[in-house]
């Protein structure tokens, strides 16, 4: 807990963190930027003198958001916290110790929502061919960038991978995405042969502790489960290597994807199921990125464009 936060809204952050963790099977990684969140604004309610959760007024909220705009935070930024605000003070109404929400009259931000960048298939096939050797590294690593390319998955589902998720003779893996939800990833036939590749050399590693069934099934030279923080610097080295520095990173595999598929006619339902995208409008930025490439290549080439 901050100690710069009062001690009965500390314990009440905390209590709403549980509650997300138990009831919405929030991920470390989400309750992670809630906790930082909440104990931004505890420390500026705090500051202006309050000392429970119910001492927030809409006026100090206003005051708060002010303050994030003239500290330089982007308005993605601020429309997130305010949202963490909101979700914290919906659950102090279930929970009974306020009886409006303070930060539901706070309107956030206009937010432009940047389109997502991806690789064309030229520069695709230039990043799956970087890892040329026959090293175990290099095996690896084009086993993960060819299943990622395959599946859409994100680097910190497919460091979740273990063996048993693998069905390469069905083609599919077994994804666990956001909210502990689970879902079907596809392995072509170019992403199975890497990872049968793989699963014929790593034999020479040391054994990962665990049980049989929680085997990872990409791993480090010590034979523990490969970090996120690990694919994603081996995804930069091969970006480098593919002269792609600067215009991708890790997720930009997921992007393209997306992209490639709606590109040849994908249907956008079933991109949502690929990309394990709770609501279909999360989806739909990539068909703004399709039309915004066929409207490019219309005032490229047609005499009548302008």
Same mark, same amino acid.
């Given at each position: ?121 030229? =520069? #695709?096939?230039?990043? @799956?061919?970087? &890892?040329? %050797?026959? *090293? ?5 690593? /084009? ?56 699963? =014929? #050399?790593?034999?020479? @590693?040391?054994? &990962?502790? %665990?049980? *049989? ?5 990409? /791993? ?87």
């Amino acid at each position: 807990m901050s100690t710069d936060v009062s001690p009965r809204l500390a314990v009440a952050i905390e209590r709403f963190l549980k509650s997300m963790a138990a009831e919405k099977a929030a991920s470390p990684h989400t309750l992670k930027g809630y906790r930082e969140d909440l104990l931004q604004c505890g420390e500026f309610l705090t500051s202006a003198g309050c000392q429970t959760p119910a001492d927030a007024t809409s006026v100090l909220l206003r005051r708060y958001a002010a303050a994030l705009h003239a500290s330089g935070y982007a308005a993605s930024t601020v429309a997130r916290k305010l949202a963490s605000m909101r979700s914290f003070y919906r659950f102090g109404q279930r929970e009974g110790w306020v009886k409006a929400n303070p930060a539901r009259p706070v309107k956030s931000p206009r937010r432009t929502r940047p389109l997502p960048s991806f690789l064309t298939n030229d =520069e #695709i096939l230039r990043l @799956l061919g970087a &890892p040329q %050797g026959e *090293s175990l590294g290099d095996v690896r690593d /084009r086993a993960i960038l060819e299943l990622m390319y395959s599946s859409g998955v994100r680097v910190s589902e497919l460091h979740g991978l273990d063996d048993h998720d693998l069905d390469l003779a069905g083609g599919t893996i077994r994804v666990r995405g956001k909210g502990r939800r689970e879902r079907l990833g596809i392995v072509g036939s170019h992403a199975a042969e890497a990872v049968r590749c793989w699963l =014929e #050399i790593r034999g020479g @590693l040391p054994q &990962p502790a %665990g049980t *049989s069934s929680r085997q990872p099934l990409f /791993r480090n030279r010590f034979g523990r489960r490969l970090s996120v923080r690990g694919v994603a610097r081996l995804l930069e080295k091969h970006l480098a290597t593919a002269g792609l520095s600067g215009r991708a990173s890790p997720h930009t595999l997921r992007h393209s994807f997306a992209t490639h598929l709606l590109d040849n006619g994908a249907d956008i339902r079933s991109v949502q199921e690929l990309l394990g995208h709770k609501s279909i409008v999360t989806t739909q930025v990539y068909t703004h990125v399709t039309t915004a490439r066929l409207l490019d290549a219309f005032n490229k080439a047609h005499p009548r464009a302008t």
